[in-house]
């Protein structure tokens, strides 16, 4: 016998084997058609169908591997035939409608349906003993963007028969690819969704012994809960108690993309709950209180725990657990997310609770949010202006929290911030002014010895009439101190700016107009104030309300009238 009939004789069963399989291949595609024509016990054939479309991927992917004369595969494509044949004369029967009974026909479904599952069986087992090589660990293209639906879902059901059956390396590639198709095209999405079984199947591999698989997963589903309208499907697949487990056991890497996912599905607070139920936030808080965590999964760990604190026993489980001291120290973070998520959960555990506010104070939390907000930190403006929002949040509530932040720079900062800011610190800033100014006679002294009247006085003309209208207010009340008053008036431009303010024709507000009104009623309780309203050439717009009976006005002018300045006067003294 020459070479070549050696060679040929000895691809026989090689080439037999194969014609078997894609024989069987061929069927099942066969079946899987027929079975979208039963129009009887949708349910089971629904079940079957799935069955058969994952069979159908792992025997495609068996025909791409090297896997020479074996006769385990052999066996498994001679059974596989036995079991479809008797699946396709059920299948015919349903739609013909020719079956003798309801009970027996489901009966039969049942039992064919047990016996694909253990055929799935039988062809993992085969994967996880090694025998198969070669194509199959090269995943199938994806299909071109705007491909039709029917193949997204068949690459979809590939990549996970792929990750149901292949080894450790297989499932990790197939994952990978799964990731970038859900991360670069939505409809990918849609169909996993779709698919409803293969959501439960993904959820499943968080419980992998291999952290990768893990990772690769979490991975996944972190995109898909980036998606409101998918968040209810991974809830109802069940999928917060593994990722919790994995936050508790997997990789760096693995951890992060759990917390992630989390904090995605906990924006929904109704899911607070079931996180805390499999002790999420004990597992958050132990990843923050690490020194070994690094800060790309701190971030999102506090993430999460600020979603949770919007629920009062969280919060307060939270603190029983030394939370405060722990997010205090985050504040003080050199990577932004930590810091401004640490911010804002110290704001939110604090929220509507003076006793827990004094915690966070007597924690050096308001220390701390200052050192955030020095000119000189590098801190960027988006953590500043969490770090003044927490602020305005914990301190205003309180006489001794006001002293603190008196003691500590913070109205210098303020008006470094209203002075160089960007435009939403700036207007933050001023608006915890205007606040700062409300609380006490100590604080009008502060900010007035600081400079914040002359800033004030740019805003009063300012494009925006909230920030306008910010600025009379906190005007308005510093200047019943006398020494701002003093200092107020010294500059006559001030003086004119208020007056030109009051004309008629400009679109100000009744209540701008009554604090502008108000603030130059102040100022008439000094001999200098008086003068120099008396002087300005804008008085006339006092005197143009005041003939249009505006009260306040009126008012100004009686009192301007009472003095040696009556002759300076001109319009109506008394209605």
Sequence with gaps: MGEEDKRSHKDEPKAKQYSSLRQTIDFLSSLISLSHSTKVFAAKWQSIRTKLEDLNNGLIAVENCDSDENPVITELVLSLMVTITECYDLARRCVDLSYSGKLLMQSDLDVISSKFDTHSKKLSEIYDAGILTGGFALVVSRPSFGACRDDMRFYVRDLVTRMKIGDTEMKRQALSNLHSAVAEDEKYINVIAELGDIVNVIVSFLDSPETEIQEGTAKVMSVVAGFDSYKGVLIGAGAIAPLIRVLECGNEAGKEASARCLVKLTENSDNAWSVSAHGGVTALLKICNSGDCGAELIGPACGVLKNLAGVEEMRRFMVEEGAISTFVKLARSKDETVQINSIELLKNIASGDELIRQMVVQEGGIRGLLRVIEPRSP?????RETALRAIENLCFSSNSSIGILLNYSFV???????????VSVQELALKIAVRLAATSEEAKKALGDAGFMQELVKFLDSKSFEVREMAVEALSGMVLVPRNRKRFAQDERNIGLILQLLDPEQENSGNNKKLLLSIL???????????KIASSGHLKNVEKLAEAEVHDAK?????????????????????
């Design 379 to 383: 801190c960027s403006s988006k953590t």
């Design 412 to 422: 210098d900062h303020l008006i470094f911030f209203l002075r160089n800011g960007e």
């Design 521 to 531: 009623m102040s100022l008439t309780s000094s001999h200098s104030g008086r003068r």
């Design 555 to 575: 008012k100004l002018v009686r009192k301007l009238s009472t003095n040696r300045f009556r002759s300076m006067l001109r319009g109506i003294w008394y209605s």
